[in-house]
């Protein structure tokens, strides 16, 4: 169990997207934010860390409970490269509430520096109290794709979409979670890939728009994808179930199993990170 809860410090990477054509331009005018655009408010560098997805307190080779924590992991492998989307989400959206500039940096920073630790701390930060958002993502791993009754992720994600939309309207930018991936031994999803709590995703919200009745796509910035503008989340939804799939700039595509909004909480960043000092 600890190694799970180890690893949920953050959700890391998701897997490679498959080539695709590139989405329809939406029909109708965009519910948006002031001017966020990922080539300009978002990070410059890709969602890819190296080290030990520990925070610090934990990492420190002379701390007591560093040296308690570090012998229950001893059979354990931690990973050596890790991502952290949630806390490069939310402090995307830190820097530019605050009207700060992104940080200069073209490659992700390394641990113990101050950027790091920044945005490691959002990620535990975008987790929830208590991790409750580990265990939202943990629950729709093991719901049924579709169902005639009771809850699905195509229902849900339903459900999530007023709430996302409304979000962005009153708030402007929404931090959003994605389940690509199934629990193993949830056979009543076997038509999507199974994988394991990490394999999940989170990115931010900056627009909307309805192109057609039903469908709603979501115009993101995507830590895996920096500088691109064209990545969106696009929704269909039909009698209260869904269909939804990510989108990016470049072509690339891939089937998302569910989607929902995840806390936000306003922090200003240190002046000493932001670029164009």
Not at 129 to 158: C, H, R, Y
Request: charged share 20%.
């Amino acid at each position: 169990m600890i190694r799970p809860l180890i690893m949920l410090l953050l959700i890391a990477t998701a897997g490679q997207p498959q080539p695709a054509p590139a989405p329809p331009a939406p029909a109708t005018a965009p519910v948006q934010s002031r001017a966020f655009l990922p080539s300009t408010h978002g990070f410059r560098f890709p969602n890819r860390f190296r080290g030990v997805p520990l925070p610090a307190s934990l990492r420190d080779k002379n701390s007591a409970v560093a040296a308690v924590f570090r012998a229950a992991l001893a059979d354990a492998k931690l990973p050596d490269r890790f991502g952290l989307c949630g806390g490069m989400s939310a402090a995307a959206a830190d820097f530019f509430w605050a009207d700060l500039p992104r940080p200069d940096a073209t490659s992700p920073p390394v641990q113990d520096t101050p950027l790091y630790e920044y945005l490691h701390a959002r990620q535990m930060d975008s987790l929830g109290d208590e991790l409750l958002m580990v265990l939202k993502f943990w629950q729709w791993m093991n719901l049924p794709d579709t169902a005639e009754e009771g809850q699905s992720t195509a229902s849900l994600t339903a459900a999530e979409v007023p709430i996302i939309t409304a979000r962005l309207r009153e708030k402007g930018l929404v931090p959003v979670g994605l389940v690509y991936v199934r629990h193993s031994r949830n056979a009543a999803a076997s038509g999507s890939r199974a994988g394991e709590l990490w394999d999940n995703h989170q990115v931010l919200a900056y627009a909307s728009s309805e192109p057609a009745p039903g469908t709603t796509i979501f115009r993101i910035y995507d830590p895996n994808y920096p500088d691109d503008d064209g990545v969106t989340v696009t929704v269909r939804t039909v009698e209260g179930s869904s269909r939804c799939e990510l989108r990016a700039g470049g072509g690339k595509v891939r089937a998302v199993r569910g989607i929902f909004a995840m806390p936000y909480a306003r922090v200003t960043p240190p002046r000493a990170l932001s670029g164009g000092k």
